[in-house]
């Protein structure tokens, strides 16, 4: 496809004009007008893409602007006085090479001289002095060239630093010297890397400088060429390739799932330059604004519960600070709302979800990301993710000495938020051998695996989504690293409540295995019942391997219908960023937190394991007479785990091989491994939701026997679905 298909460019030809300077009037508490577009077919091509320059860099420029002037004028006198008259700080290492990087401080310093020195109202508007220093520090860092380790801050923090400071010196009193802004274009080209050997965020992250550089020297091609790649990623990828999948999930680092952590600086870049161009030959397509609007609202915003991301799709993210607080997003969606205004209500709602609204007017619904192997369930009780990995894609990725204790978060790791801060800044005093809803060995030192990912190893792994309802599940099969172990894990969605079980549970290896339930911050009171008892579970209580009935706390009951070594430990716990994340403080934290989990023994030999997990649960009245006997357990075993809601009748099973189950007077029968649901519908028939988690099937037959009476319904047309293998199929069976 060529270029101009792409991004709908009108063939304006380059031009080799240097950009006029453009000055601003400090006493002028305006923004600078846009210069108006030139009406189609009229102009010479040079004074056209001169035009859509002004235009992006004017929008560029209003960006990077602070709206304070008097935070402006502050951090314009503080770096003033630390400057040195070469142009450095003092405080700044320069030979640096660290993943730390403190030679960034430098550029970061300089950009809020810049903005100090254009925004009208502020005192240094227009200041010799600044603009002099301004200079200079520029001059020293084209003359030091700081080089760091990390190859991010090289092509794409530092260029994209060095590009916003050029841009607003174009609007200075006094723009910069001819000379010197050359030379940092320059340098910014030759360490910047080219964002056509980059995917995903990193992509738009070296577009968005390109594009910076193309306005600045009014080169087509180099704007051509950042546009092209920054909006590149709105485009659905095969699955093997990095980007937004099919499913609407989003892989980065190889068939890695990344929706929080690269996602959302993938998203940032995209809409950073999507509103500069906004109006001109560059702007977005259809198709690019309905991939972005679908992953946002489908996707992006439905894996945040009230401000906070889940935990499992962040990968190494998860180890620095305040990584899953999603606050600043609504910057973002303020943007969607210039973008693409014919979705101003959604954003609107999503912005007041991140600002506490709530989940009122949330509608109930279950997605199983079948390429992503993640599964997600929102209602107004709470929002839930899962998280397996199978040998189509990476397990949850360590590097650059981050996410050191992670190796086990890609095994059927369970987010259950009902306000969403449950798991926010607890992981460094997560004990990471308990991720809430694995099943693991206790061991001694967490293994470390490949860094930067590695595939799983289960070759079946899926679930099927049907509107409120669904499920998900896999076959664990974990023999690397030190790790030998071997179970069944499903989780079954139905009306609000979350079915958990496993089996085949096997392991030669000498630790303890545990299923963990859940493991989060400690909120209110923590009430548990055994052997018809209630007992509460103040801070320091540990209830270890007991017969336990149910336990309540945050909101959230569990229930546990067969009898099984139940713990519970409530405490406080001390731990430090560096132990997960060698970039981070050794400063200790600490935090009260409540830890649930079963206990399967050593060397278990098909174990297996059954709870019931209750969201919106928010009295200890409620708790006791909640009727948890309204979900029945109808297989668990290696072969078929099944449940029905003895309510409403439906039935849902994964089978991982053929067989049958017997649920509410039928006999379900398939003939190839597969995720099922059954469901009565209003002309007394059924409905048939199927899947194929092992994305091989060529067929599957399904029998249902009823009252003396068979239904059968043969699928043989799996290989069409193509790119979506492993979706979720329908059809009605009628007796």
């Known amino acids: 496809m060529k270029l101009k298909q792409l991004i709908g460019l009108s063939g304006i030809a380059l031009s080799l004009t240097a950009f006029p300077p453009i000055a601003a009037a400090c006493s002028d508490s305006q923004p600078v007008e846009e210069p108006a ?6 102009g010479q091509e040079d004074d056209a893409l001169k035009a859509t320059c002004q235009t992006i860099l004017s929008r560029i420029k209003t960006a990077n602007l602070p709206a304070n002037a008097t935070n402006a004028e502050k951090n314009a006198a503080k770096w003033m006085q630390q400057i040195r008259e070469n142009g450095s700080f003092a405080d700044i290492d320069y030979s640096d090479r660290s993943f730390s990087w403190t030679p960034g401080a430098h550029l970061t310093r300089v950009y809020q001289m810049a903005q100090a020195y254009v925004l009208p109202g502020n005192r240094y508007c227009g200041d010799t002095t600044l603009y002099n220093q301004i200079v200079q520090a520029l001059t020293y860092w084209n003359t030091v060239h700081p080089v760091c380790d990390n190859w991010y801050e090289n092509q794409i923090s530092a260029p994209q630093d060095m590009g916003t400071i050029l841009v607003l010196m174009r609007y200075g009193a006094t723009t ?3 000379e010197l802004e050359s030379s940092i274009l320059q340098y910014m080209k030759q360490t910047g890397g080219d964002p056509a050997e980059q995917t995903g965020a990193n992509k738009t992250d070296i577009a968005l400088h390109w594009l910076y550089r193309g306005c600045l020297q009014e080169d087509k091609d180099v704007i051509d060429k950042a546009v092209l790649h920054s909006f590149m990623p709105l485009a659905y990828v095969s699955a093997n390739e ?6 609407l999930s989003y892989f980065q680092h190889g068939t890695q799932l990344y929706i929080g952590g690269y996602a959302p600086v993938m998203l940032n870049g995209v809409t950073k330059v999507a509103e500069y161009t906004a109006g001109t030959d560059y702007k977005l397509s259809p198709n690019q604004l309905n991939v972005l609007y679908r992953f946002i609202n489908d996707t992006y915003m439905k894996s945040i519960r009230g401000h906070v991301q889940f935990y499992n799709i962040v990968g190494r993210s998860v180890s620095r600070p305040g990584a899953l607080n999603c606050s600043s997003f609504a910057n973002l969606l303020e943007k969607m709302k210039n973008i693409d205004p014919a979705h101003t209500s959604e954003y609107d709602r999503h912005m007041g979800t991140l600002k506490g609204d709530g989940y009122g007017s949330a509608a109930e619904s279950f997605t199983h990301y079948y390429i992503g192997d993640w599964s997600l369930y929102q209602g107004k009780d709470c929002s839930v993710g899962i998280r397996m990995a199978s040998k189509r894609t990476r397990k949850c990725e360590n590097g650059n000495g981050e996410n050191l ?4 978060m890609s095994d059927g790791s369970m987010n259950i938020a009902t306000e969403g801060d449950e798991y926010l800044d607890i992981f460094p005093v997560w004990d990471w051998n308990r991720v809430p809803g694995v099943t693991n060995p206790q061991m001694s030192e967490i293994p470390l695996g490949k860094a930067w990912g590695e595939a799983g190893e289960s070759d079946f792994c899926g679930g099927l989504s049907a509107g409120k309802e669904g499920l998900s599940g896999f076959s664990l099969s974990a023999g690397t690293h030190g790790v030998s172990l071997s179970a069944r894990k499903a989780w079954f969605f139905l009306g609000g409540r979350i079915v958990c079980l496993g089996s085949g549970i096997t392991t030669a290896m000498a630790e303890e295995v545990n299923t963990t339930v859940n493991q989060c911050l400690l909120r209110g ?20 391997d007991e017969a336990i009935d149910w336990i309540w706390h945050d ?12 713990s519970l430990k409530t405490e406080s716990r001390s731990g430090s960023w560096y132990d997960i994340n060698n970039t981070k403080s050794k400063d200790k934290v600490s935090k009260d937190v409540c830890t649930l989990w079963l206990n399967h023994g050593t060397t278990p030999a098909d174990a297996t394991y059954s709870y019931i997990i209750v969201p919106g649960i928010d009295s200890e ?18 072969d078929v785990q099944a449940v029905r809601d003895a309510t409403t009748g439906t039935v849902q099973a994964l089978f991982y091989r053929k067989g049958s189950i017997t649920a509410g007077g039928m006999k379900v029968t398939a003939d190839n491994p597969c995720a099922l649901m059954l469901q009565t519908n209003a002309a007394g028939g059924l409905d048939l939701y199927f899947a194929d988690p092992s994305h091989q099937l060529r067929s599957l037959t399904v029998t249902i026997d009823k009252n003396n009476s068979r239904a059968t319904f043969t699928y043989d047309a799996f290989a069409d679905d193509n790119v979506y293998r492993g979706k979720t ?3 009605q069976l009628t007796f």
Not at 242 to 247: H, S
Not at 405 to 408: D, R, S, W, Y
Not at 621 to 638: F, G, H, L, W
């Open 37 to 42: 577009m030139p009406e189609p077919g009229k």
């Open 176 to 178: 910069l010297p001819t």
């Open 242 to 247: 990095e980007g937004v999948q099919y499913d």
């Open 405 to 408: 204790k992670g190796f086990f």
């Open 525 to 544: 009171n923590v009430t548990y019942a055994a052997n018809g008892l209630q007992n509460s579970a103040p801070v320091g209580t540990q209830v270890t």
């Open 555 to 566: 909101k959230v009951g569990y229930f546990f219908p067969e009898k099984q070594k139940v």
């Open 621 to 638: 009245s409620r708790m006791r007479d909640y009727d948890a006997k309204s979900t029945e357990i109808v297989a668990n075993t290696k």
């Open 729 to 731: 199929h329908q059809a």
